[in-house]
């Protein structure tokens, strides 16, 4: 991996890990007392999409983050959430994260590392100009440029609305990676920023930082007549400003509904629907410390833990997990037990083996004191002795690079609906994120496989193998939970929320 890749793939992790530990800290620690191949192919995951054609004047949507800018090769989700209304991509990723025609119409293998795409005719961006094999080349090199596609060797046109992907290696990822790079015109692809000109439903027609965002149905769309002629997006970073503007009748739809806001949501007549989210909140262990090399004493922590306590400590709003993926995650591997908790034995083995007394130094984001603190009392009621340092995000990042601690928190999010995502990240000895410093060449392998591997049932089968491994054999980390992410809206539409979280507007159901 190249220095500037590198540089370019932590500042991405460091801004998707500011924006996780702001949305956490605004659902929950602040106010608390107030009221993958081709998926479709295999048919893992049921698809379920909706065909509703009514339209409606006007929608109203509160959301509590807002992007730095809208760049569209920058994946981070207050950015992604805003633009994927009004950008496309060759392929998308439906509700269930199986993958569907976009702006390509179709593709296929001309060997295992070329691909070959064909564009719909007669799509038109929102600048009148024509789609052609050109954007699709442009926005694929500027997503390459933020650090993406490594595995694209050469794009080439093979005519206006034909084009050949060659990747380096078979990439069996290739069509889920592409779902995450939108097209524009190429006329704009060397201005630094590029003016937000996609070819989606909806066109951009103000954008007033902080405040509002402000979007127009585009009458030139390819597809179905979109459903709204115009929508607004607010960016309302207080939480109860959102809900209290829901409540007024002020919006129509809320996406993530304060956990401690659900009742009166709920006493206000309105539905409040809840999606598990794609990321998982577990801890690892720095298996380069003398105390956390002994795999024996990383299980003995972890059966201290009691997933059911935390849930409720989160009202709920949570769900227990056994590995480090979601259950919509490709990889998940649905053999694996759930997670032991046995204080008394975990007590009686530390008696055993002489462990009374030994120092663990934790590293822990300063929104999470409550899981922090509930560690602690547990760590020092079976003997041992835990010293917490509450950090800001750039200290916390940093010790996690230099490995200064024993126990770290992190949350993961499958991006890709993979577990690829996570095995290149962390457990790989070679990945980007390694903060476990832990390093099994049979991990190794599998995850080298994984990259290359183009019969989905065998890399499926590898990738549920590494899971067990780094869960149930090697305990690199214990997986604690997955937030639930909660959304209400008013009785003029109906949502059906999808695994990774994101409103395409015209997936809302208009009621008539």
């Known amino acids: 991996m190249s220095e500037k890749f590198g540089k370019i793939l932590k500042g991405a992790m460091y801004g998707l890990f500011l924006l996780v530990f702001a949305w956490i800290s605004g659902q929950l620690f602040f106010e608390r007392q107030t009221n993958n191949l081709m998926t479709s192919v295999g048919g893992i995951f049921a698809n379920k999409e909706v065909s509703n054609n009514s339209v409606a004047d006007e929608l109203k949507v509160i959301y509590s983050d807002e992007p730095d800018k809208l760049e569209p090769a920058i994946g981070d989700p207050a950015t992604w959430k805003r633009l994927i209304n009004i950008y496309e991509p060759l392929i998308k990723l439906d509700r269930d994260l199986n993958v569907r025609p976009a702006l390509a119409m179709s593709w296929g293998l001309i060997d295992e590392r070329t691909w070959e795409f064909h564009l719909r005719p007669n799509v038109h961006f ?301 457990p790989y000895s070679k990945g980007n994120f390694n903060i476990t410093n832990y390093k099994n060449p049979k991990i190794d392998s599998l995850t080298e496989i994984s990259k290359t591997e183009m019969d989905q049932k065998k890399r499926l089968q590898e990738l549920q193998q590494a899971m067990q491994i780094v869960v149930e054999e090697d305990v690199i980390g214990m997986p604690l939970f997955e937030f639930q992410t909660l959304f209400t809206f008013d009785h003029k539409i109906r949502m059906i929320p999808r695994i990774d979280g994101f409103i395409y507007f015209d997936e809302l159901i208009i009621e008539k």
Do not use: C
């Open 126 to 426: 929102h600048d009148g100009s024509a789609l052609d094999s050109q954007d699709v080349i442009a926005g694929i090199e500027r997503n390459k440029t933020f650090g993406g596609l490594k595995s694209i060797a050469e794009v080439k046109a093979i005519g206006d609305l034909v084009l050949q992907i060659k990747t380096k290696n078979p990439d069996p990822l290739l069509l889920q990676r592409l779902s995450r790079v939108l097209i524009f015109p190429s006329e704009i692809k060397d201005k630094k920023e590029l003016p937000v000109i996609g070819s989606g439903p909806y066109r951009l027609i103000s954008w007033e930082k902080g405040n509002i965002m402000s979007l127009a149905r585009f009458d030139d769309y390819w597809g179905e007549k979109p459903k709204f002629a115009k929508v607004q997006m607010f960016s309302i970073s207080n939480k109860s400003d959102r809900v209290n503007m829901f409540l007024n009748g002020d919006a129509d739809l809320l996406d993530f509904v304060p956990y401690d806001a659900v009742s009166a949501v709920k006493d206000a007549g309105f539905e409040v629907l809840s999606m598990p989210s794609l990321e998982v909140e577990s801890i690892f262990f720095n298996t380069k410390v003398e105390f956390f090399k002994d795999v024996n004493n990383r299980k003995l922590v972890s059966m201290l833990l009691d997933q059911n306590y935390l849930i409720n400590s989160l009202g709920g709003y949570a769900n227990a997990v056994t590995q480090f993926v979601s259950t919509g995650t490709f990889g998940f591997n649905p053999e694996i037990s759930q997670h032991k908790y046995d204080t008394e034995e975990a007590k009686k083995n530390i008696e055993k083996n002489n462990l009374k007394g030994k120092l663990i130094q934790i590293h822990f984001p300063k929104e999470f004191s409550f899981l922090g603190e509930y560690l602690r009392k547990q760590l020092t009621d079976a003997g041992l002795v835990p010293v917490i340092s509450y950090m800001d995000p750039d200290p916390l990042w940093k010790s996690m690079e230099n490995g200064d601690a024993d126990l770290y928190f992190l949350g993961f999010r499958a991006e890709l609906g993979d577990a690829d995502d996570f095995f290149s990240t962390i």
